[in-house]
């Protein structure tokens, strides 16, 4: 009871410490508290590399005076023993929203245009935000927060792509916001993500947010130097905030790659709130050279307790729930700076379970400290007073009854800036633990846990669990419990002193109002030592199981890389699509990613011999049109998008490139969509399962842009058409409005004069300078022919028409224009401007002179383009050897890539396929597809592959069947629809 008034002593006396010392005083006289508070015999850690035994914290107006062994302690100077506690400082979260209420939706429907003036020119920039303008201090959560061992938090508004500034706030109860602002403005923060507040359209895609980034620095350089005249407030605080921690919000490990990008671009090294995945590429990470700000929510093990639901759950979902945990200790392994953070947490309450469960799978309790303690507050730039219990540190501290990091360890108290926050009674004797007693002829067994914080009991009476409410204070238990009789509500009331620790001694008052002694006995633990002991033998045996990491990390992914390889297949009908045409019985000598050799008779010392008699070898197949593998596809938010690209969204975890593998393709045009005549840059990639996003674009890649006409940009289907244009004529002027000012931007940086640098009109311009092609997305003759006039009226022409389904009825023009035709082999009918399509339509542009290709723009298509190939065979008579070059050597024409790609002659890329039968058979199978030498698909791997996921996923589904069984919470299993991604296809992350 001494030290309770102790505590509230120092509580009074601190309390003016929190009053701003020019502040008048009209409650009396004015008196400044001078005493120092003294915690001794206590084990420190002092930071997470320094720990001292036996130890005295000396603390004095909320600061660190002294710590250590042999601490001169004052006369005035309040004294509290802790022999037996231990000290840690306080854990610090630098990515909350702490005291910031949810930004609300502001109304519905598209808005093309900013709703502020003096600001930047898009709503979702707002780095003049400042997030105390909307801080109120919430002490409910701040309670909750030093539960966890919190002390202090960063806090930010969560809204916009740009959001403004964080402020560090002390989690201090007793204090107001003049002594718990620690530093209010410490960081600025972004994220793809558009504020909710705007209505404003543009950016709708991750491709459109980092677009948008790129321009805001650009734009902010250019107000720097004094070239804009009107007042631009977000510029202002963009350049004024550049010198602040950058606090990214990224959200996975695909998107902390993104943002690295954009970062890179401008110098600037963002700190990273990454996913949790990060272990998927962790060399990737690594590169990067940021700081992972990290969310800890792990995944929920399923419920697999139906084996048809379990059926539907997909390999990666069951992986990630097992390899989640074992995120930090790889970070930590792979020399990656990490801090932690309850950020993404569906309940803060889960985070110490959490954070125990990846000290289990690896983590390291000093790298825990760390994360929570010496490194935020080093990126904060508070390694002064924050972080640590070095002298001049601000007096933030959790008491506790031994290691933090272990399940059974209490945290009694959290003192913030000198002040306690009492989490639970470390006074109070802790009395948890069995006991047995008899009483009244019958035995029982009560349970009591959280005896020092909030008790509760369990009463059990043979097989029979006894309804129970339990009060414990001063050593005194009271304890009522309904009887065995079912068919009566009696109460036995017991009234038990804890003095002894092993024994409750007091009366039992029975229903009839009887008293009898009371006494129940303490079931002995096992000898704490030998648990020990087997504990660790035990935890020697059943180290954490992780599922192995594959690239990619899902279904099919390859356990290590595969390499290039020196292949020489024997006795095939070879394909060249050369004025070789199909040789039989012929070898090819694949070497060091090149065709090297094609004959007869070859051999190579040290090759790979296959043996492909009876079998066909022809180059990969390559799909001008196609939307797989990409994290977005259209950025509709405007009516031109040319400053956005398909490279920034790359998505190498899509099933669908392994799929179409087994398909023979080995290269794919991905295209932006067709929400606007003028779309973003496409990626031109290769089809390299396993590698990163960045490694399967072509090298030196052409560079290529959508457009499109129709239906699609003038929102012929949109409930909202209120952008401009709205009409086959409007999508005419959009062209001519913007080649006009591409052509003038164009005149004015030629001239070395200073511009603007605007990404869009750079992309136009390299279109008026040859340097970009154009793959358009059209239907409809009218608008195919006023396509040619506007190229043409420019000085350029069209690359590429696609879909192009009335390209027969035009075929002259676009032979005369020299603009090639990527179309479907035989649909039709799917919307109304698509009526005149005809199968003939490949045929009748080929037998015209143009260049022909047949596309997919469909993930399912994809996989059988030599059969669609071979339709044009049956629907205009063309031979076999000109249908394969639809699907191989023109989509290579027509990409620029044909000198590298597209046909088999020696020096070109070793992209090929090995059939099983004739290409354009629908029995063929692809046997092997290869890529510069790497074999990415291999049907008798496949086949292996099928076997390996069933036992994996039989491993783990046995290993949650396990968790459920321990009464550990499992999540439902939900089937999951694929979503396959269209012309038409918007983001759904903004």
């Known amino acids: 009871m001494i030290k309770v008034h102790l505590r509230l002593l120092i509580f009074m006396c601190s309390f003016s410490l929190f009053a701003q010392d020019y502040f008048p005083s009209n409650s009396g006289v004015i008196a400044n508290n001078s005493n120092y508070t003294a915690f001794t015999n206590a084990t420190i850690h002092v930071s997470p590399t320094e720990i001292i035994d036996n130890a005295t914290l000396l603390i004095k107006d909320g600061k660190v005076v002294s710590v250590g062994k042999s601490v001169n302690i004052p006369k005035n100077t309040t004294k509290i023993d802790l022999s037996g506690k231990t000290i840690y400082p306080s854990f610090i979260d630098m990515y909350t929203t702490f005291g910031v209420e949810k930004p609300k939706r502001g109304g519905s429907g598209p808005q093309y245009g900013a709703s502020r003036s003096g600001y930047y020119w898009n709503d979702h920039i707002m780095p003049e935000q400042d997030v105390m303008a909307s801080f109120k201090y919430d002490a409910k959560s701040a309670s ?98 550049k010198n602040l921690l950058q606090i990214f919000e990224a959200g996975s490990r695909a998107n902390v790659m993104r943002a690295d990008k954009v970062g890179d671009a401008f110098n600037i090294q963002y700190t990273i709130v990454g996913g949790g995945d990060e272990y998927e590429r962790i060399d990737e990470i690594k ?121 059974k360890t209490k945290l009694f108290e959290n003192w913030v800036q000198g002040t306690p926050h009492v989490i639970a009674n470390m006074n109070t004797k802790d009395i948890d633990g069995d006991y047995n007693f008899k009483l009244a002829g019958n035995d029982y067994k009560l349970t009591i846990s959280g005896s020092t914080s909030k008790p509760t009991a369990k009463l059990e009476s043979g097989d029979q669990t006894l309804g129970t409410k339990m009060n414990y204070s001063d050593d005194w238990v009271n304890l009522t419990f309904k009887t065995a009789d079912s068919t009566k509500k009696t109460y036995v009331r017991i009234i038990a002193n804890a003095a002894n620790n092993n024994t409750l001694n007091g009366k039992a008052i029975l229903p009839n109002g009887n008293e009898l002694s009371f006494f129940a006995n303490k079931v002995a633990k096992e000898d704490t030592n030998k648990k020990d002991d087997k504990k660790k033998a035990n935890d020697a045996i059943e180290t954490p199981f992780m599922s192995p990491i594959t690239y990619p990390n899902l279904a099919y992914g390859f356990t290590e890389k595969p390499k290039s390889e020196t292949l020489l297949f024997k006795n095939a009908t070879v394909w060249t699509n050369e004025k070789e045409g199909v040789l039989e019985q012929t070898d090819v000598l694949i070497k060091d990613g090149k065709i090297s050799k094609i004959g007869k008779d070859l051999s190579s010392k040290n090759a790979k011999v296959i043996d492909a008699t009876g079998k066909h070898i022809t180059a990969g197949i390559i799909d001008e049109h196609s939307h797989i593998a990409a994290a977005s596809i259209n950025e509709g938010g405007q009516n031109s998008s040319a400053e956005v690209t398909i490279e920034d969204v790359v998505n190498e975890e899509d099933i669908n490139i392994y799929r179409n593998l087994a398909g023979g393709v080995t290269s794919i045009q991905i295209l932006h969509g067709s929400a606007n ?223 590298r790609v597209g046909s088999l002659k020696v020096g070109k890329d070793a992209d090929v396929v090995l059939w099983s039968d004739h290409p354009l058979s629908i029995y063929a199978k692809a046997e092997k597809t290869i890529i510069e030498g790497v074999t990415y698909f291999d049907l008798a791997r496949d086949q292996q592959m099928r076997e390996a996921i069933k036992k994996e996923k039989s491993e783990l589904t046995n290993l949650m069947l396990q968790e459920k069984n321990k009464g550990l919470k499992t999540q439902p299993v939900k089937k999951k629809e694929e979503k396959l991604m269209h012309c038409y296809t918007m983001d759904s992350h903004h």
């Not at 403005?185 to 677009?211: C, D, N, W």
């Not at 800890?296 to 729930?321: E, G, K």
Request: hydrophobic share 40%; net charge neutral.
């Open 287 to 407: 590169r990067t050279n940021a700081t992972i700000i990290l969310p800890i929510d792990f995944q929920l093990a399923y419920d697999v307790d139906d084996p048809f639901l379990a059926s539907t759950l997909s390999l990666s979902d069951m992986r990630a729930w097992n390899q989640e945990p074992h995120n930090p200790r790889l970070l930590a392994e792979n020399g990656i700076k990490f801090a932690l953070t309850t950020h993404g947490l569906k309940s803060n309450k889960s985070f110490s379970s959490n954070l125990m469960k990846a000290i289990e799978n690896g983590l390291s309790k000093k790298k825990a400290l760390e994360a929570l303690t010496t490194i935020p507050a080093s990126l904060l730039g508070k390694s002064d007073i924050l972080g640590t219990l070095k002298t001049g540190s601000y007096a933030n501290f959790l008491i506790t009854d031994g290691d933090i990091f272990e399940k």
């Open 144 to 241: 909750e927060l030093h539960k966890l061992g919190f002390g202090v938090v960063n806090t930010h508004m969560p809204d916009g792509v740009v959001r403004g500034t964080g402020a560090l706030i002390a989690l201090n109860n007793n204090a107001d916001n003049a002594m718990r602002v620690v530093d209010g403005e410490t960081t600025q923060h972004l994220s793809f993500r558009k504020s909710v507040r705007s209505r404003q359209s543009y950016p709708s895609s991750i491709m459109g947010s980092m677009a948008l980034l790129r321009q805001m620095y650009n734009d902010a350089k250019w107000y720097e130097a004094g070239h804009i005249d009107t007042k631009d407030l977000s510029l202002e605080a963009l350049n004024k905030n």
């Open 677 to 899: 005549p003028i779309g973003g840059r496409s990626a031109i990639i290769k089809l390299k399962w396993g590698e990163a996003a960045d490694d399967l674009i072509y090298d030196n890649s052409p560079k290529f842009i959508k457009f499109a006409l129709g239906e699609n940009v003038k929102q012929s289907r949109s409930r909202t058409n209120s952008r401009f244009p709205q009409s086959r004529m409007g999508v005419e002027q959009v062209f001519v409005d913007y080649f006009t000012r591409a052509k003038a931007y164009d005149e004015l940086k030629k001239s070395g004069k200073p511009y603007r640098h605007d990404a869009e009109m750079e992309t136009l311009a390299e279109i008026l300078n040859g340097e970009r092609f154009i793959s358009c997305h059209s239907y409809v003759q009218s608008e195919i022919n006023m396509l040619m006039k506007v190229a043409e009226q420019f000085n350029f022409r069209i690359n590429t028409f696609t879909h192009i389904l009335e390209g027969y009825k035009v075929a002259d023009k676009m032979k005369a224009h020299g603009v090639g035709g990527s179309t479907f082999s035989d649909w039709w009918a799917y919307k109304y401007e698509v009526n005149d399509a005809i199968p003939y339509n490949a045929a009748i542009m080929h037998n015209a002179g143009v260049t022909v290709a047949i596309n997919s723009d469909d993930a399912e298509m994809s996989r059988r383009l030599n059969q669609e190939a071979a339709k044009s065979v049956k629907y205009g008579g063309i031979s076999e050897e000109e249908a394969l070059k639809f699907v191989t050597l023109n989509p290579a024409k027509l990409l620029h890539l044909d000198d």
